[in-house]
C-alpha cells in the first residue's frame, strides 16, 4: 500500500508522514517548488535542507514539483479569493492537490497525506474548506490528515482498514504544544519554527507584488526580484530596487539580465547596488542614481558619483547627484 505525502519541510507535514509510515504504508513525499517561497534565509529551516530531513525521517528521497504559469494565473485570479494578503490558500491547495493526484496515479499510489491540522489557519483550515479543497481537486474521501483525523470525516484508508483511526491524532488550533510532543515521541528533529514559508501571506511583499500586478509585470523573474532589496517604481515601465546590505547587492547583481541596469557608487564610497528594470530614459538614469545616493554612505558630502551599466555590456558611465528628498523618496517607495 502506498501514499503520497505532501511535505513542506515543516513540523507538521513531516509529522503526518511519519505517522503514516509508522502504520507499515509505503510513503512517497512530495513536494512544490513555490516561487513565493522564501529565498532560503540562514536558520529558516533547521541547520539541514528540505531533501536531508525527509530522507533521515522516512528512509526515501523526496519528488519534486515545479508550479508553473498556469499557478501564476491562478494568483492573478483566485475564484475563491485572497486571505488577509494575497494569499489564495483555497485555491493554491486545490491547485497542489490537483498535481498531486496525477503524482498518485502515476506512482500507483492510492491516498494522499497533509500536514494540515483543523483551525490552524483561517481561510484553509476549517472543515468546509477542507471540504471544498478536496472535493474540488476530485479527491473525496481520499487526503488523510492525520493530524486531525480524529476531529474529522473518516476517510476512505481508514474505513477500509488501510490505517488505523485510533493511532492518528486529533489536533486542533494553532498551539505548537502537542505536534512538539509528538515531534520528541517520533524521533523528528531538526524542524524551523513556525515563521511561515509562504510570502504571499507577507504584507510588504503583497504589496510590491500587487505593483507588478498593476504593472503587468507579473512573471517568475521579476518575482524573485521582490524577495530582496528596497522596492521603487520609477514608471509605470521602470523600477528599480536597492540592495540592504552586501548580501543582497551580490544577489541584484546575479540576477541581472540583459537590458537591465545596474548602479553603484565608486570604490571610494560606501553604498548598495540597485538594479534597474525596464525602459530607462536619461531622466529615469538620473533618478536611479539618486535614489541609489541616498542610501550612500556620503558623510556629508553633498554630491557623489554613481556608476551604472547597462547589462551585459554595456559601457561603465557616471552622474555626480545629489541623493534624492526623503519626501520625493517616499513617492516612489512600494
Ligand atoms: S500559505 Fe501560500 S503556499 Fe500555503 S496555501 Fe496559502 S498561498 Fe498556498
Redesign the pocket.
Known sequence: MKAVALVSGGLDSRLAAKLVRGQGIDVLPLTFR?P?SHRNKKGSAGSCDKNTLIRRDLGCELSNIGLDDVFLEMVKNPPHGY?ANL???ID??IFMLRKAAGFMRDNAAEFIITGEVLGQRPM?QHKQALATIEKEAGLQGLVLRPLSAKLLSETIPEREGWVNRDRLMGFCGRGRRPQIELARELGVEDYPNPA?G?L??DPDFSRKLKDLINSAEFNLENIELLKSGRYFRLKSHAKLIVGRDEQENNLLAGLAKEGDYLFYPGPDLAGPTSLGRGAFSEGLIKLACRITCYYCDLNGIPDARIFYKRIPAGDEEFQRVSPIGQQSLQEFRR
Open positions: 513555490l513565493f486571505g494569499n489564495p490558500c493554491c491547495k484553509s511561515g509562504c504571499l501571506t
